[in-house]
């Protein structure tokens, strides 16, 4: 069975911006490329990409993600109301932004690890982490 692992907003937008973690981001974007690994994503961590990713760079530089994304060897996964109802709880219960209960939910889910640098998430422990922070 092919392993399963989750990127966060705070893995995708160190790749997209090339920063520090990039080189390991694009190690895992190769090997689903591969099929060697199921790289899943929530649409709820899309949209958060993409709200950063106005404020930060304008809303031309979100598109571009946006054109680019069905190119990524993802799975981009639209939480059912099972999956809202579990980022929900798992907010209820952890001080993370609401995105990152998205992400944990849907790695929860797929019995899958999630790859970020967003220590939130890391010290949630509610998921194995694989962790490409500083």
Known sequence: M????VVDSWAILAW????????QVEVYLQRAAMAELNLLMSWMNVAELYY??????GPERAEEFLQRLPSLPLRVVLPDPAGILAAA?????HPIAFGDAFA?????AERATVITGD??????AVVPVDWIGP
């Not at 709880?89 to 219960?93: E, F, G, Q, S, Y």
């Not at 944990?104 to 929860?108: G, K, V």
């Not at 220590?119 to 949630?124: G, H, L």
């Open 2 to 5: 092919t392993e399963s692992k």
């Open 16 to 23: 997209l911006l090339d920063q520090p973690a990039a080189p």
């Open 52 to 57: 950063i990713s106005v404020r930060w760079h």
């Open 89 to 93: 709880r798992i907010k209820a219960a």
């Open 104 to 108: 944990i939910a849907l790695a929860q």
């Open 119 to 124: 220590d939130e998430v890391r010290r949630c």
